[in-house]
């Protein structure tokens, strides 16, 4: 189970590419539980119309300890630009992370 922080941060998330991409809203979002599995599909829905870049910063304060809930791998790439997932923090470089 995902801690309600990073379910608020999901829907959140879920709901502006719903709204942003035009996607038609058959995705129940309701269930804190399915937040993670309903993220990849709507980031590969979305890729088919436009591009965005997502920023999700302070991710070490949310209440899970696990970055689990992200996704495996990111959507295929629909045009020329590239994807490039990067973690950092204000003690440490930023690096290329794991390879999502």
Excluded: C, Y
């Amino acid at each position: 189970m995902i801690s309600s922080n990073v379910s608020h941060l999901l829907r959140r998330l879920e709901n502006w590419l719903l709204n942003q991409f035009n996607l038609k809203d058959d995705i129940d979002l309701s269930s804190n539980d399915q937040l993670p599995w309903i993220l990849p599909r709507l980031l590969e829905r979305a890729s088919k119309k436009g591009n965005a870049i997502i920023v999700l910063d302070g991710l070490n304060h949310t209440q899970q300890s696990s970055l689990r809930w992200l996704p495996s791998k990111l959507p295929p790439k629909h045009s020329h630009h590239g994807r490039h997932p990067h973690a950092g923090d204000i003690d440490g470089p930023v690096t290329e992370a794991r390879n999502i």
